[in-house]
């Protein structure tokens, strides 16, 4: 699902509100979800699961291509840990 789907599908489940302000809505929560990791912080859904940042560190890799060794610097990678009641839909146990 992309995110026009997901507007959409928020704009036909209630009626009464305008596309215009669910496109708003939806925009708004990521830009939050987005602004926090940002700053380092967790952001928890409830039952769907949580949003955190971690730290790589700086390492020697290898470019495929060549074998040559590269030097990758430290950085921080958003990371998703799926909630029970999301892991338990996905594997069938309502």
Same mark, same amino acid.
């Given at each position: 699902?992309?995110?026009?789907?997901?507007?959409?599908?928020?704009? =036909?489940e209630?009626?009464?509100?305008?596309?215009?302000d669910?496109?708003?809505?939806?925009? +708004?929560? !990521?830009?939050?979800? +987005?602004?926090?990791?940002?700053? *380092?912080?967790?952001?928890?859904?409830? *039952?769907? #699961? @949580?949003?955190?940042?971690?730290?790589?560190?700086?390492?020697? *890799?290898?470019?495929?291509?060549? *074998? @040559? @060794?590269?030097e990758?610097?430290?950085?921080?990678?958003? !990371?998703?840990?799926? #909630?029970?009641?999301?892991? =338990?839909?996905?594997? #069938?146990? =309502?």
């Amino acid at each position: 699902m992309i995110r026009s789907e997901l507007i959409q599908k928020i704009a =036909d489940e209630n009626p009464h509100l305008y596309q215009r302000d669910v496109e708003r809505i939806v925009n +708004t929560i !990521f830009e939050e979800i +987005t602004e926090a990791m940002a700053k *380092g912080n967790r952001v928890e859904l409830r *039952g769907f #699961g @949580a949003f955190s940042v971690k730290k790589r560190e700086a390492r020697t *890799g290898r470019n495929p291509r060549t *074998g @040559a @060794a590269v030097e990758v610097e430290e950085k921080h990678v958003p !990371f998703f840990k799926t #909630g029970k009641l999301l892991r =338990d839909r996905l594997n #069938g146990n =309502d």
